[in-house]
């Protein structure tokens, strides 16, 4: 199995240009999630999904959007690049929480995308 | 989400040595998960954590869970430089959603 396969690996924009980040799942999860993270810092959660054709604004959404229209993808799209979204995201994905007593599911992830915006 | 500080931010080890690294809350978590990121690498699961005063053992690792579910640990016995990477704690939300610590970046010496 595959896991969770991002394309591109790399990518570097000028600002104001547009782009998508593509998610791929082969596990055959329902939750999807979109991060950022930047150099020497913890992950920040931009948007996430909890199942295909759904989604939700995470810590830091603006400047982002997402599509789920797939189960096994998740897209997450710059509309107008900035220097500031400069960073390596990652996708995860998890299966769902179903037991009681407030047990969660591992996340797993993807190698990330480094993206450099001039 | 549920915030938590992590520390020390950087740990310096000699190979050999042992270690812990502290994620504390100011809020009481549900459960808490730990992750750890090779460099340049991505965040690879490592444990979970749900019960009060929960601890669990992974070879050299041994994670701790709070009497008051507000802070968490990871003691690292005998450092290896196979152990070199960043350590984060993420306490879970709702939808499975995870709120990660700035992380403990651990580097080895030989």
């Known amino acids: 199995n595959a896991g969770v396969t991002q394309t591109p690996k790399f990518r570097v924009l000028k600002t104001g240009q547009s782009m998508t980040l593509l998610c791929a799942q082969d596990?055959?999860?329902?939750?999807m999630y979109w991060y950022r993270q930047d150099p020497g810092m913890g992950l920040r959660l931009i948007h996430y999904?909890?199942?295909?054709?759904?989604?939700a604004k995470g810590e830091v959404p603006d400047g982002y959007n997402v599509s789920r229209l797939k189960k096994q993808n998740f897209l997450l799209g710059l509309e107008s690049a900035a220097p500031s979204q400069t960073s390596v995201y990652f996708c995860?994905?998890?299966?769902?929480?179903?037991?009681?007593?407030?047990?969660?599911?591992?996340?797993?992830f993807g190698d990330g995308t480094r993206l450099s915006i001039l | 989400g549920q915030q938590v500080m992590q520390i020390p931010q950087y740990q310096h080890v000699q190979e050999g040595e042992d270690f812990t690294t502290y994620c504390n809350s100011s809020?009481?978590?549900?459960?808490i998960q730990w992750y750890k990121q090779r460099p340049g690498g991505h965040p690879v699961f490592l444990i979970q954590?749900?019960?009060?005063?929960e601890v669990k053992k992974q070879k050299r690792l041994t994670f701790q869970f709070g009497e008051a579910k507000k802070n968490s640990s990871l003691h690292i016995t005998a450092t290896q430089t196979t152990d070199v990477g960043t350590y984060f704690c993420?306490?879970?939300?709702?939808?499975?959603?995870?709120?990660f610590g700035g992380g403990t970046r651990v580097l080895v010496k030989p």
């Open positions: 596990m055959n999860h329902e939750y």
């Open positions: 954590l749900v019960k009060s005063g």
């Open positions: 999904s909890v199942g295909e054709g759904t989604t």
């Open positions: 995860a994905s998890s299966s769902i929480s179903t037991s009681l007593g407030g047990k969660g599911q591992p996340q797993h």
């Open positions: 993420a306490p879970r939300a709702a939808g499975n959603k995870l709120t």
């Open positions: 809020t009481t978590l549900s459960n």
